[in-house]
């Protein structure tokens, strides 16, 4: 069992707008503003595209968007399209005593 | 431009040791500011953060795998490693090298190896 929670899965036609949830508590997400998100496509290694919440790396689309209320981060994929199809992780720094905690991943299917 | 890449053998037997390297170019692990992580994916599943190595030496581990893991750092290389023992079947996953922040904000990825544990 993942320290965050993600969806499963989540699904939209192509132009629509999605967001992924992901679920911490208050010793992670919820205390840090900290929280970072990466794409991983089938066989590849996962990359960055959004840190400490709301940035994103240089030469990541604009579609691409964080934010946070409470112990919940959110991605927001405006305008999705078809290369936006992969599995999708949150992760946050945490107290605990790991450094790092990941979500279970979302896929999403365009 | 920052390249991780690792390396080590594919195939482990049960109760034996995992050893992987992950060999940094494009920039020194002793520049400071970063440390240097490993995280792991079983087949189908999601990303497990391990353990990560300050180019000092001082180690972080995930607590259910202090017992059984070792990371060191090998500057003169630019190099650092990762040493699993008493492996099993659920050690069975991708293992990634990465670089990240003190925010955790893992920035550079190595492409991963598949290390099977199987007699």
């Known amino acids: 069992q993942s320290a965050l929670t993600q969806p499963a899965s989540v699904s939209g036609s192509p132009g629509q707008s999605i967001t992924i949830s992901c679920i911490g508590t208050?010793?992670?997400?919820?205390?840090?503003?900290?929280v970072s998100w990466y794409q991983q496509h089938p066989g590849k290694a996962p990359q960055l595209i959004i840190y400490?919440?709301?940035n994103r790396p240089s030469g990541v689309s604009n579609r691409f968007s964080g934010s946070k209320s409470g112990n919940t981060a959110s991605l927001t994929i405006s305008g999705i399209q078809a290369e936006d199809e992969a599995d999708y992780y949150c992760?946050?720094?945490?107290?605990?005593?790991?450094?790092?905690?990941f979500g279970g991943g979302t896929k999403l299917a365009v | 431009q920052l390249q991780l890449q690792e390396s080590g053998p594919g195939l482990v037997k049960p109760s034996e040791t995992l050893s992987l390297t992950c060999t940094v170019s494009?920039?020194?692990?002793?520049?400071?500011?970063?440390?240097w992580g490993w995280i792991r994916q079983p087949p189908g599943k999601g990303l497990e953060w391990i353990g990560s190595?300050?180019?000092?030496?001082?180690?972080y581990y995930k607590p259910s795998l202090k017992s059984r893991l070792t990371i060191s750092v090998d500057t003169s290389e630019n190099q650092f490693s990762l040493r699993l023992n008493s492996v099993t079947a659920a050690d069975t996953a991708v293992y990634y090298c990465?670089?990240?922040?003190?925010?955790?904000?893992?920035?550079?990825w190595g492409q991963g190896t598949l290390v099977t544990v199987s007699s």
């Open positions: 400490h919440v709301v």
């Open positions: 190595i300050y180019y000092s030496g001082t180690t």
């Open positions: 208050s010793s992670d997400i919820g205390h840090y503003d900290y």
């Open positions: 494009g920039d020194s692990i002793s520049s400071g500011s970063y440390y």
């Open positions: 990465a670089r990240h922040l003190p925010t955790r904000t893992f920035e550079y």
């Open positions: 992760s946050s720094y945490t107290s605990s005593s790991a450094l790092v905690v």
